[in-house]
């Protein structure tokens, strides 16, 4: 009994600690994206709500900047099959027009069942009738807690730069600048180039003006993922061939078989972006803090000043090859919405 008693004692602190300990908050996160111009947002979706079934996130509204209301049919029809239909959806209905190769938006949303009603369910009636995006992240974020707010924008700039010129209204009495500043933390871009100062990356040339703006003038702490990052990280045709064999069709699965001819394996550069915002940067090699300029032809340039608010990720071979192992073992996984049927290869 003499030994008895100190080992109980010592084990009721430890259980009382453990009980005690706060548990880690779900980031309060905004997706933004331009949803069908490449199929690696539909990977960064996917682990987004992952994320939402393992608690690390709250997702709080999705912001479309792709041309076309079918991207935001797409985000919807995600959105419900993988068990969060509620999530609010803003689209910017003045959306630089784009033409990906075949779009897959326009294919997942009119995907048809053998006796004629639609493959997948969708929880928006009226896609014409979405706020304008810039309008709802004033409403959204007015309502959170301050500097609680982490926003992964992985398509262009135009909703961000919206907001940013954005005055008061009946949500919030601050302009944009000034609710930026209250209440986002940070923000995870996917955009530029620091390896290759020659190469204007897609998103910042496509919409220029509003790259620019949000790059250099953003209020808050801007964390970029580069080209170069999603480049070494492909998510392999195998996967997509083999880890979600079903009857029943898959978003995500459709999505990859419409946009090129399989197999192709995809570079990673939304997802990049969008593991950063939620995990942080354990996955990644972060620079030192520092100023961005784009130049007129959307070249991204990095200049280190311990006074700046940027940042840029790289990754070594390890990261990377640590990064796609994450991806293979997550994203195959059926949402916990279906978990009943849980299988990465029954789907």
Sequence with gaps: MKRTIPYLA???????????????????????????NDVDDVIALDLIHKAQDAGKVRLLMVGVNKSGLSAAGFVDIMDTWYGYPDVPIGFAFDAVQTNPPR????????????????????????????????????????????????????????????????????????????????????ISVMAGNFA????????????????????????????ISPFEVGSTIRYPATSIENDFVSADPHPLVVAYNTYLPMPYDRQAW??????????????????EN?????????????????????????????????????????????PACLKALRTPVDH
Aim: glycine fraction near 4%; charge should be negative.
């Design 270 to 287: 939304d997802p990049t972006a969008v593991l950063y915002a939620i995990e942080g940067e354990k996955w990644f090699t972060v620079s």
């Design 10 to 36: 010592v084990l009721l602190v430890i259980t009382a600690f453990a009980c005690t300990r706060t548990p880690q908050k779900p980031v309060n996160l905004i997706f933004e994206t331009d949803m069908g």
């Design 196 to 223: 290759d100062t020659t190469h204007a990356e897609y998103n910042v040339v496509t919409d220029l003006p509003s790259a620019k703006k949000v790059l250099e003038d953003w209020p808050t702490p801007v964390v």
């Design 103 to 186: 779009n897959f938006n326009d294919t997942v949303c009119a995907l048809k069942r053998p006796d004629g009603t639609p493959a997948f369910k969708r929880s928006i009636e009226d896609l014409s009738a979405l706020p304008p995006a810039h309008e709802l992240y004033r409403k959204v974020l007015s309502a959170q807690d301050d500097n609680s707010v982490v926003i992964a924008s992985v398509g262009f700039s135009t909703n961000l730069a919206k907001l940013m010129e954005s005055g008061p209204d009946s949500y919030s009495p601050l302009d944009g600048m000034e609710l930026i500043r209250k209440k986002v933390k940070f």
């Design 290 to 334: 520092g100023t961005v300029t784009v130049d007129d032809g959307g070249h991204t340039h990095f200049t280190p000043d311990p006074e700046g608010n940027r940042k840029y990720l790289s990754v070594t071979e390890e990261q990377a090859d640590a990064i796609l192992k994450y991806f293979l073992e997550v994203v195959p996984q059926r």
